[in-house]
């Protein structure tokens, strides 16, 4: 059963970079046909896919977030992280990270998310 945990600040200052790491257990996250993606809420909003780093190590972001985000692993340590800079208020959101099986797919196992804030 593959599990999955968000950490990173709760709180972000605008104009800075929001880093977020997923740790996750019970199974490499280089196994074939999964994507690990990252997924957000914002306040009264819908959920939001953010993007996602393939088992193979591509990448692939949501259009409207593209410019600003940016994608990583490390095998080692079976985690991967998102960096979002230049954040705004409006990127407040609850983050979750996700095993799915497709680009722009929200079904999947998800952790139980983290709340950020961005606030000076």
């Known amino acids: 059963q593959v599990q999955l945990q968000e950490s990173g600040p709760g709180l972000v200052k605008p104009s800075q970079t929001l880093s977020l790491t997923c740790t996750v257990s019970?199974?490499?996250?280089?196994?074939?046909?999964?994507?690990w993606a990252w997924i957000r809420q914002p306040p009264g909003k819908g959920l939001e896919w953010v993007g996602a780093i393939a088992y193979s190590g591509s990448t692939y972001y949501s259009p409207s977030l593209k410019s600003r985000t940016f994608i990583s692993r490390d095998t080692s340590k079976n985690q991967f992280t998102l960096q979002l800079s230049s954040v705004t208020p409006e990127d407040t959101a609850v983050y979750y990270c996700a095993r799915t099986r497709g680009i722009a797919v929200t079904q999947g196992s998800w952790g139980q998310g983290t709340q950020v804030t961005v606030s000076s």
């Open positions: 019970g199974g490499p996250i280089t196994t074939n046909g999964y994507f």
